[in-house]
T-cell receptor, first 113, second 115 residues
Framework: NAGVTQTPKFQVLKTGQSMTLQCAQD?????MSWYRQDPGMGLRLIHY???????DQGEVPNGYNVSRSTTEDFPLRLLSAAPSQTSVYFC????????????FGQGTRLTVV | GDSVTQMEGPVTLSEEAFLTINCTYT??????LFWYVQYPGEGLQLLLK?????DKGSNKGFEATYRKETTSFHLEKGSVQVSDSAVYFC??????????????FGRGTSLIVHP
């Protein structure tokens, strides 16, 4: 039972490089979201999706793009990496039923130098 | 908008001490409330939840009661262990007509338990 799978687990980028963080879930969840976790800041929502073909911005969307072409996948693209994007990134999924919990991936630790 | 406020950490305790981590929320309607735990190097996982007023969620010796009158969901454990050292997040999900919403998380409270 894989749940939510994030790849890669670790990544080092140079300033200006682009990359895509992958997220896949096998639970047929409608909702998927991306968070970044920084010391003292908790979890901050970057982008989210309530279903295939539908995405919206969260609290800190600048510098990131997302798309949701299938129910299973929700990749996060960094267009031109900056040192301020050094963080741990978490993908989460949940059903649309309001009293159910979110399921998280193991995280991607990204360093931009 | 919705918000969750947790006590700031770190909370440092000796083994077998009593734990309370405070959580209060702001939301319209009647949200579901959750506590998640994050162990070092891992993602968040559900610890317990409560879906209506006066419900008590419990798991692994942890408890939290949904208090609508004080809009609170404080986490408690009677006797903590070193293995409870982790970051704890309080969260809510609001139900609404036309669909429900992405969860809202607090900033997390780090718990350090010494032998």
């Amino acid at each position: 039972n894989a749940g939510v799978t994030q790849t890669p687990k670790f990544q080092v980028l140079k300033t200006g490089q682009s990359m895509t963080l992958q997220c896949a879930q096998d639970m047929n969840h409608e909702y998927m979201s991306w968070y970044r976790q920084d010391p003292g800041m908790g979890l901050r929502l970057i982008h989210y999706s309530v279903g295939a073909g539908i995405t919206d911005q969260g609290e800190v969307p600048n510098g990131y793009n997302v798309s949701r072409s299938t129910t299973e996948d929700f990749p996060l693209r960094l267009l031109s990496a900056a040192p301020s994007q050094t963080s741990v990134y978490f993908c989460a999924s949940s059903t649309q039923i309001w009293n159910t919990e979110a399921f998280f991936g193991q995280g991607t630790r990204l360093t931009v130098v | 908008g919705d918000s969750v406020t947790q006590m700031e950490g770190p909370v440092t305790l000796s083994e077998e001490a009593f734990l309370t981590i405070n959580c209060t929320y702001t939301a319209t309607g009647y949200p579901s409330l959750f506590w998640y735990v994050q162990y070092p190097g891992e993602g968040l996982q559900l610890l317990l939840k409560a879906t209506k007023a006066d419900d008590k969620g419990s798991n692994k010796g942890f408890e939290a009661t949904y208090r609508k009158e004080t809009t609170s969901f404080h986490l408690e454990k009677g006797s903590v262990q070193v293995s409870d050292s982790a970051v704890y997040f309080c969260a809510l999900r609001r139900g609404a007509s036309g669909g429900s919403y992405i969860p809202t998380f607090g900033r997390g409270t780090s718990l350090i338990v010494h032998p």
